[in-house]
T-cell receptor
């Protein structure tokens, strides 16, 4: 089954403790991206990747890092999480960039206390 | 800056009522347009998309949207809603700027009363 898998689904952590949210897709998509969803703000893009070893900042990249060492994986790293990063995070992939349909993961609800 | 505006943040309808959700974007060039739906507790799924051609596009579950270039709009419609349409709806735009960003609207929460 074609899917985008994120882990974990729920995470509560403390300020400053590094964490990684994993994202994996099995559709051989070139383009992957991370979004955060906050009430009243919709989805805002954090980072995106056009292919292996090619990443770029989205609209809200501060406090986040990403890597794309393999085509299928696109982890989101929070080196020193802060409470304002409490949010719902979605990973998405698409075949050929942002101009094609995006397939979303189930989401990761992160709480930073 | 490029932006996407969804005029209604919350909509409450009774079953069988007609639905129209507004979406306007601020980019003047060529765009790809999408509507995504997020059912409670689930991830976003594509409802429909417009790339080119007929400006009236049909999607899944009886939804359709009309692209009006002169108004920079891409409104979502459904003639008769069902309780199962209760969800949050997001309009999204990908401008042909040479970049690879998709811009989402803030979303519209639809509640359909049975």
């Amino acid at each position: 089954e074609a899917q985008v898998t994120q882990n974990p689904r729920y995470l509560i952590t403390v300020t400053g403790k590094k964490l990684t949210v994993t994202c994996s897709q099995n559709m051989n998509h070139e383009y992957m991206s991370w979004y955060r969803q906050d009430p009243g703000l919709g989805l805002r893009q954090i980072y995106y990747s056009m292919n292996v070893e090619v990443t770029d900042k989205g609209d809200v990249p501060e406090g986040y890092k990403v890597s794309r060492k393999e085509k299928r994986n696109f982890p989101l790293i929070l080196e020193s999480p802060s409470p304002n990063q409490t949010s719902l995070y979605f990973c998405a992939s698409s075949l050929q960039g942002a101009h094609t349909e995006a397939f979303f993961g189930q989401g990761t609800r992160l709480t930073v206390v | 800056a490029q932006s996407v505006s969804q005029h209604n943040h919350h909509v409450i309808l009774s079953e069988a009522a007609s639905l129209e959700l507004g979406c306007n974007y601020s980019y003047g060039g060529t765009v790809n347009l999408f509507w995504y739906v997020q059912y409670p507790g689930q991830h976003l799924q594509l409802l429909l998309k417009y790339f080119s051609g007929d400006p009236l596009v049909k999607g899944i579950k009886g939804f359709e949207a009309e692209f009006i270039k002169s108004k920079f709009s891409f409104n979502l419609r459904k003639p008769s809603v069902q309780w199962s349409d209760t969800a949050e709806y997001f309009c999204a735009v990908t401008p042909y700027t040479g970049g690879f960003k998709t811009i989402f609207g803030a979303g519209t929460r639809l509640f359909v009363k049975a």
